[in-house]
C-alpha cells in the first residue's frame, strides 16, 4: 500500500495501524520469455516470416487477461482421454500402448483444478490424420490421434494412447521430428493459455530437433522430456510416462484463501 | 547463499504446428471424432446482444495470408461482464455465453470467422471503465509461442479515444491496428481485421 493511498484512507497516519498484507491484483507473474524459444527462430524456417518485429507491449493484467473461459464435464465425451478407444473401427490401434499422466501446476507449484488440456499427435507409424498430411507412412484406421481432459481438484489429468512415431519434414531435406505428443492448456485467466509438446526420454532425435533447440533455456528444454514412469504403468497392459505442465503463477486475489482462479 | 524461493517455472511453448486442427478442430483436419465440438460460433438463439460477424485474415512478412493458422477470441458478455469468477463487476451474467471460441482459418483464403455478439464496455477492479473489444490469441507453424492481440470497434470512437490500453501505444498510427471496421452486409453485421505479423502496419501484440 503506497503512503499516498492510506493517507487517502486515514488521515491520522500517525496512529498506529496493524500491518496487513497488501491485497496482490489478481494478475500473473511477468512471463520469463527466456524460458520459451523466440518469435524470430532462424533454425525453425517457417518462423521468419510468421514472427513480429516490434517490441510487444507489456499489459499490466486487467480483467480480461486474469479471467478465461470456464470448461466442465458437460463439454466432454467419456471416451475422450481414451485416444486406443475414441476412434476404433474394428480393433485396437496399432502401436505401444502408453498412459500419459501428470499434473498441470502454475509457478506457486499449487494445481490447476478442472482446466482443459487437449492432446493431439501421429499416430505410431509418424502419420497424421490430417488432410494435409502426405507422409507416406499409412493411416490407421482405428486411430483418430487427439483426445482431451479436464484436471482434477488438485490439477491430475491422464490419457491412454499409442506412443507416436518420428516423421520427416521439410525444414531442412532430412529433417526428423522426434515422436512427440502436441498439449494445449488454458488454465484460469486467458493469459495463462499454453501450446506446447511432450517428448519421450532418450529419444536420440531430440538433439538435432531445430523447433526445440531454439529454446535458449536447456532446463527449459530438458522439462519437455517425459520420464518413464515404471511405477505408473499398468502391468502386462500399458507403460506409462508422466509430464507436468507449469502456467504461469498468480498473485493473490480477493479470493485469498481459495485457488487462484476459483 | 539465501534460502532459495522454490518457484517453478513455466513450461515452455512450442509451435502448434500445421496440424493443430487434429487436436483443436478434427473436423477441419477431415473427421469426427467427438460427440461435442468447439467452434467459431459464441452465441445461442437466446444470447444478448446485438449479433456480429467477426471476418478477418493473418497475414505473414510476404503479404501472403496464414491457412493454417488457429485463432481463439476471450470476450465480455453484452453487458461488459466476463463469464469467469474473478470478474467482480456488477454486469449480469449471461448463461447463454460462454464468451470464447475457436476457428481455423480456410485452407484457401485464409479467411477467419466468428459468430459472437458485440460485449459492453468493460468495468476493470480499479472502476476504470475501458472500451469495448474482443482478445485475441494466435498460433500457427511457425509461431512459437501465442500472439495476444485485441480487437476494438470502429463505431465506439469516444471511447477507443478514452481506452487505457489504446493510450499504451505510444504511436497513435499503430492504435489503428487493433480496430476493426463496422460494415453491413446482407442485413448482417460484420467487423473486419487485418492482423499483419510484420511490416510498416504490424499490428500491435501484447505481453499480456
Keep these: 500500500m503506497h503512503a499516498q493511498a492510506l493517507a487517502s484512507r486515514d488521515p491520522r497516519l500517525n496512529r498506529p495501524e496493524p500491518f496487513t498484507p497488501p491485497l496482490g491484483d489478481g494478475g500473473f507473474f511477468q512471463r520469463d520469455r527466456s524460458m520459451h524459444p523466440p518469435a524470430h527462430a532462424p533454425g525453425y524456417k517457417s518462423s521468419v516470416l510468421r514472427s513480429p518485429r516490434q517490441a510487444l507491449l507489456s499489459l499490466e493484467n486487467s480483467v480480461s487477461e486474469i479471467t478465461g473461459p470456464v470448461f466442465g464435464h458437460n463439454d466432454l465425451g467419456p471416451l475422450d482421454n481414451d485416444l486406443i478407444r475414441n476412434y476404433a473401427k474394428d480393433g485396437d490401434p496399432v502401436g505401444e500402448r502408453i498412459i500419459v499422466h501428470g499434473r498441470v501446476l502454475d509457478e506457486t507449484g499449487r494445481g490447476v483444478p478442472n482446466t482443459l488440456v487437449e492432446f493431439w499427435q501421429a499416430n505410431a507409424g509418424g502419420r497424421y490424420r490430417h488432410k494435409k498430411d502426405t507422409y507416406l507412412a499409412p493411416i490407421d484406421p482405428n486411430f483418430g490421434g487427439c483426445g482431451r481432459a479436464l484436471t482434477d481438484d488438485t490439477g491430475y489429468y491422464y490419457f491412454r494412447t499409442v506412443k507416436p512415431g518420428p516423421y520427416p519434414w521439410r525444414n531442412y531435406v532430412n529433417s526428423w521430428r522426434p515422436a512427440h505428443i502436441h498439449f494445449s492448456v488454458f488454465g484460469s485467466g486467458f493469459a495463462q493459455r499454453l501450446i506446447t509438446q511432450m517428448y519421450f526420454e532418450g529419444d536420440p532425435l531430440i538433439p538435432v530437433w531445430r523447433i526445440l533447440t531454439t529454446i535458449p533455456d536447456q532446463d527449459a528444454l530438458e522439462r519437455l522430456v517425459a520420464p518413464l514412469d515404471l511405477n505408473a504403468s499398468a502391468p502386462f497392459d500399458s507403460l506409462a510416462c508422466r509430464f507436468d505442465i507449469v502456467l504461469r503463477g498468480q498473485r493473490s486475489t480477493y479470493f485469498e484463501n481459495r485457488t487462484a482462479g476459483n | ?30 473427421f469426427d471424432i467427438f460427440e461435442k465440438n468447439f467452434s467459431n460460433v459464441l452465441v445461442t438463439p437466446n444470447t444478448q446482444g446485438e449479433r456480429i460477424t467477426l471476418e478477418g485474415k493473418v497475414i505473414d512478412g510476404s503479404g501472403t495470408p496464414l491457412r493454417d493458422v488457429l485463432l481463439e477470441i476471450w470476450q465480455a458478455n453484452a453487458a461488459g461482464r466476463y463469464n469467469h469468477p474473478a470478474d467482480r463487476s456488477t454486469g449480469a451474467l449471461d448463461e447463454e455465453f460462454r464468451g470464447w471460441g475457436r476457428a481455423g482459418s480456410d485452407f484457401e483464403s485464409g479467411l477467419v470467422t466468428f459468430e459472437t455478439i458485440k460485449p459492453g464496455a468493460i468495468i476493470d477492479k480499479t472502476g476504470r471503465k475501458g472500451a469495448p473489444h474482443i482478445n485475441v490469441w494466435i498460433v500457427a507453424r511457425g509461431i512459437n509461442i501465442g500472439l495476444n492481440t485485441r480487437l476494438y470497434f470502429s463505431d465506439e470512437e469516444a471511447a477507443n479515444a478514452a481506452d487505457p490500453v489504446l ?8 492504435r489503428s491496428t487493433l480496430i476493426a471496421r463496422r460494415s453491413e452486409r446482407a442485413g448482417k453485421i460484420v467487423y473486419s481485421f487485418t492482423i499483419n505479423l510484420q511490416g510498416p502496419e504490424e499490428t500491435v501484440f501484447f505481453d499480456v
Design chain 2, 1 to 30: 547463499m539465501p534460502q532459495p524461493l522454490n518457484y517453478l517455472k513455466e513450461t515452455a511453448s512450442q509451435t502448434a504446428g500445421p496440424y493443430v486442427h487434429i487436436g483443436l478442430i478434427p473436423a477441419m483436419a477431415g
Design chain 2, 167 to 174: 493510450n499504451l501505444i505510444e504511436q497513435p498510427v499503430r
